[in-house]
Every structure is written in C-alpha cells, then in structure tokens.
C-alpha cells in the first residue's frame, strides 16, 4: 500500500545529526547538531513546531538518549516522552552522558560479555508500541495529530529474540574480527532477528491504527536514521565512516487514501 523510495540517503551515520536534518530539512552544516555534546539549536525551525502552528496536536516517544530534551529534541512538541533506560549508579539521564558513566557502562559490559540486557540501553519495542497505542487513545480528538515513534531494536546491541540473555554489543566487543566469518555471520542472524522483531512491533502499531479507525486518513512514514557495518568496509557498527551500508536507509511512505497513490516504487 506504500510508496518505497529506494534511493533514499541519511545525512548522517549517527543519530543526533541525522534525525536533526528529519526533523528540520536542514543539512547538519545548517542545524549544527553535529557532535557528542551539540544541541539542537532554538533558532531552527523543526516540523512539529509547523504542525503544532498549522492546530497539529504534536506527539513523541523515544527511547535513544541521543534525542531527550536534555538536547532540545522536544522543540515544538506538545507532549514529548522520553523513554528512559536503566542509568548505573544511580544516574540521571543528564549525568548518564558524562565520561565517567559512559566508562562504567563499558566497563560493565566487558565484564558481562555476550550477557547484555536491552533495559541497559533502550526502551524494549513491545513496551514503545503499548505506550503509542495508549497515547493514541489519550489524543485530542478535536485535531489532527502528529505522532514521531522511535525504536531502537535494530540497533547495537543485537539481541537474539526471544530474548534470552544473549547480546552482541559495541560496548563489550568494539572490534570485532572482520577475518572472523563465524563472528560476523552471528552478528548478522542477530541483526536480522532484531528486524524481525521491530518488523512485528510496526505491524502491531499498525493494527492499532487501523482498530481506531484513523488508517485511510493518516500518513505514515517508516524511516532510520543510519545503518550499520558489517565488515564490508574492515569495520563494524555505525557513526565512524560514510559507506553505503551506513547511509542508504529504509524510506516507506504509505499516504493517505485521498492523496491517490497507492504502492509503487
């Protein structure tokens, strides 16, 4: 039912940056949002800031720390949710970003090895769609809404599914053998696993959309913001290099009935 755009490139192979440009068609040259420490500057202008002028009742949930107020990602949303893991020590998300948290993490893991948990880093994808449909029952009826869900499943960590313990991450194994085909092909089952996991996630939302009848009239869009390396190049993860596999990204739009354009590439 949508429209797949195949050559579509993110403008980044990291999120902050990348999902800066979604949110306000600017080249990360523009917005600034480039580094580790970068806030989204007040001065850009962001599409929920146009939605929420245009009488758009304007939603978020996410769950990547790249993107929490803390680094004014919450600009022009009315109701914007973080979606908080759990922080070691103690911690706040604003202090879960200093240096001396990020090296307990990775120490931690070390220790762990293949044993990660996802509640370490991110909010599960069953548990961002439970809270999307809950939000989507508490909206303003009277307007249109804009809703921008983020999942971090398909992403470093990979997790085997069901969940069993079982983890590859960045943080306990930063490089990985590329030489190492059983290592690589492991990675990429768990990868895969992690897609089909999200892929049912979506589908979950989906139907929720469709149960309350808002399908026909709304426009959904499935994107990422970056991909990831899997030894092409000598490397693995994302956010150091520019290749292929790191940028060209999913891009689906599924319109609305009205707008006439049903499937097609």
């Known amino acids: 039912e949508a429209i797949v755009y195949e050559h579509a490139f993110a403008q980044s192979s990291w999120t902050r940056p990348s999902v800066a440009t979604m949110l306000t068609g600017r080249y990360p040259s523009s917005h600034t949002a480039t580094l580790k420490g970068s806030v989204l500057p007040e001065e850009v202008t962001t599409l929920a800031e146009v939605l929420a002028a245009g009488g758009y009742e304007t939603i978020a949930l996410q769950t990547n720390y790249n993107l929490t107020p803390f680094f004014n990602f919450d600009q022009g949303f009315e109701d914007y949710q973080y979606l908080t893991p759990a922080l070691p020590l103690g911690a706040t998300d604003e202090q879960s970003k200093l240096i001396y948290i990020e090296l307990y993490k990775k120490i931690e893991a070390r220790f762990q090895g293949d044993s990660e948990r996802p ?59 590329p030489g190492n085909a059983a290592v690589v092909e492991e990675m990429k089952e768990l990868y895969a696993g992690e897609v089909r996991y999200w892929d049912a996630q979506l589908g979950r939302l989906l139907d929720g959309v469709k149960g309350r009848g808002l399908y026909d009239d709304t426009l959904v869009i499935v994107l990422s913001d970056h991909g990831e390396e899997f030894g092409e190049h000598g490397g693995f993860w994302h956010g150091t290099t520019l290749y292929d596999e790191q940028l060209r990204t999913i891009l689906v739009a599924k319109y609305p009935r009205s707008a006439g354009l049903q499937g097609g590439v």
Do not use: C, I, Q, W
Request: glycine share 6%; proline share 8%; charged share 30%.
């Open 119 to 177: 509640e370490d880093y991110y909010v599960v994808g069953e548990v961002v769609t439970d809270k999307a449909l809950a939000r989507l029952d508490a909206r303003d009826r009277s307007r249109p809404f804009f809703m921008f869900v983020g999942y971090m499943d398909v992403h470093d960590p990979y997790f085997r599914h069901p969940y069993d313990g079982h983890g590859v991450s960045h943080r306990a194994n930063p490089n990985p053998d």
